[in-house]
């Protein structure tokens, strides 16, 4: 069965950092595409960006470039959402979602979601 | 980017109805070289991830129900329930995957009447 399994709710302190990840299972991690969605609480779905485990090639959405860094190990099926200095208006669920069919496209649509990782970034 | 606009923002159908979601992009989002239109479908819960319903603006998902129809071409999609059931309860987010960053639609809120 493929899974991907993201990692706990976290509380951080604005100005702290953070890395999120996303172990994928039951499939060919290195062969799809893998992304990740930031919700707002009570607000809808923003594409952050994507990356090719095979390759470590990232792509990102012009209004998260620079803020955050999307990498992956392959060795461990394993793709990391990361921040260097969080601030408030970061607090939001982040999902992982990989990609229907297997690279080398880009564009692809998500079929298979992780459950979801809660970061809350208060003082 | 690509900007993804749905209609309505919300609304109640009474079971058994019809429950019909535009949503429209501010670009074509079709191919010539595979015919293909760059859209899909998601579902999401109350408390749950999104799930796939419909992609390539047409074809549903294995395991989505029937009453689940994906239409449209080029600029304008429909996501049409055919039977609305009580478990049908949630928010529709159109996607478009035809250029980078793939926008998602605002969402549409589907309740029972």
């Known amino acids: 069965e493929m899974q991907l399994v993201q990692s706990g709710a976290v509380v951080k302190k604005p100005g702290e950092s953070l890395k999120i990840s996303c172990q994928g299972s039951?499939?060919?991690?290195?062969?799809?595409?893998i992304g990740w969605v930031r919700q707002l609480p009570g607000k809808g779905l923003e594409w952050m960006g994507i990356?090719?485990?095979?390759?470590?090639?990232?792509r990102y959405s012009p209004s998260f470039q620079g803020q955050v860094t999307i990498s992956a190990d392959k060795s461990i099926n394993t793709a990391y959402l990361q921040w260097s200095s969080l601030k408030a208006s970061d607090t939001a669920m982040y999902y992982c979602?990989?990609?229907?069919?297997?690279?080398?496209?880009?564009?692809?649509?998500?079929?298979?979601w992780g459950q979801g990782t809660m970061v809350t970034v208060s003082s | 980017d690509i900007v993804m606009t749905q209609s309505p923002d919300s609304l109640a159908v009474s079971l058994g109805e019809r429950a019909t979601i535009h949503c429209k992009s501010s670009q074509s989002v079709f191919s010539s070289s595979n015919n293909n239109n760059y859209v899909g479908w998601y579902q999401q819960k109350a408390g749950q991830p999104p799930k796939l319903l419909i992609y390539?603006?047409?074809f549903r998902e294995p395991g989505v129900p029937d009453r689940f129809n994906g239409s449209g071409s080029g600029t304008d999609f429909t996501l049409t329930i055919s039977s609305l059931q009580a478990e049908d309860v949630a928010v529709y987010y159109c996607?478009?995957?035809?250029?980078?960053?793939?926008?998602f639609g605002p969402g549409t809120k589907v309740d029972i009447k």
């Open positions: 390539w603006a047409l």
């Open positions: 990356i090719y485990p095979g390759y470590a090639d990232a």
């Open positions: 979602a990989k990609h229907r069919s297997p690279a080398p496209g880009l564009s692809e649509i998500f079929d298979l």
């Open positions: 996607q478009q995957y035809y250029g980078t960053p793939f926008t």
């Open positions: 039951g499939y060919t991690f290195t062969s799809y595409w």
